[in-house]
């Protein structure tokens, strides 16, 4: 079965700065990889998502993601964060087969002026 | 024009009580979900379903019991809820079944509290 490791449990980054939010997963074919931003008291919004193809993948609100195999990781990077950024961060992995997203435990960025 | 909505967005309710959380979906997708998010913010699956019929059932009491009356729409009932209960509970839905090349669209949760 997939999994998935956020290893941070809260960042806080400075508005402005840049930022890379780490994910690893366990899977034993391809994965499907998705990262998703939760506001407060709001659902999941999907940033963006990898099946295939380029490693990079470009998503939502500047945000972009690269899936590096050798490292089983899909880190989640923005080049210049901004207060609304501020959120709850999952990534996800997803099989061929018909089993449900599996979430990582999620990490929070706090942004600070 | 909410692709997944959910009902109510928030249940506060007393020990021992019978509760119910509707979702519907207008996507058209096959699949739909119901995930709980505790206090943690962990999310995990409870139930899975396919054009109607039940094909996730992850370690959940037998007090949660799903109900799929078309593809459109999940509902989930709770009889008896205690305490542990209290979370936000997510619908989502997909295209295919799991992730099947498609991201599953989720429902803004209900927050059930239990007092």
């Known amino acids: 079965a997939q999994s998935v490791t956020q290893p941070d449990i809260h960042i806080t980054v400075s508005e402005g700065a840049s930022l890379e939010l780490r994910c690893n997963y366990s899977y034993g074919a391809t994965p499907y990889l998705f990262w998703y931003v939760q506001s407060p008291g709001q659902g999941l919004q999907l940033l963006l998502k990898y099946f295939s193809g380029d490693t990079l993948v470009q998503g939502i609100k500047g945000f972009e993601a690269e899936f590096k195999r050798s490292q089983s990781s899909f880190n989640l990077r923005k080049p210049s964060v901004h207060w609304s950024d501020a959120a709850e961060y999952f990534c996800a992995v997803g099989a061929l087969r018909n089993t449900p997203l599996v979430f990582g435990k999620g990490t929070r960025l706090s942004v600070i002026a | 024009d909410t692709a997944v909505s959910q009902t109510p967005k928030y249940l506060v309710t007393q020990m021992g009580n019978d509760k119910s959380i509707k979702c519907e979906q207008n996507l058209g997708h096959d699949t739909m979900y119901w995930y709980k998010q505790d206090s943690k913010k962990f999310l995990k699956i409870m139930f899975s379903?396919?054009?109607?019929?039940?094909?996730i059932n992850e370690t959940v009491p037998n007090r949660f019991s799903p109900k799929s009356p078309d593809k459109a729409h999940l509902n989930l009932h709770i009889n008896s809820l205690e305490l542990g209960d209290s979370a936000v509970y997510f619908c989502?839905?997909?295209?295919?079944?799991?992730?099947?090349?498609?991201?599953?669209?989720f429902g803004q949760g209900t927050r059930l509290t239990v007092v």
């Open positions: 989502a839905s997909s295209q295919g079944q799991g992730a099947a090349n498609t991201e599953a669209f």
């Open positions: 379903y396919n054009n109607k019929e039940l094909i």
